[in-house]
């Protein structure tokens, strides 16, 4: 298993998170996420044998918001 932290823009409340939450469970591979709208950010375990991070960063932007590697300040 792999850990992957992406960051997130355009969320500005719980329910974003819920929808961020629920657009990365359901790529198939995903072991846990963990969003932080306080952060803009979310912590994603998958299996990389099955999944790679344009996958995860598709499943946010379908939702509706904007993914990127995270860079920590």
Known sequence: ??????????????????????ALKQVQGVADVEVSLQEQRARVTYDEVNVAFADLRHAVEEAGYSASEYVAA
């Open 1 to 22: 298993m792999k850990q992957e932290t992406i960051a997130i823009e355009g969320m500005h409340c719980n329910g974003c998170v819920r929808s961020v939450t629920n």
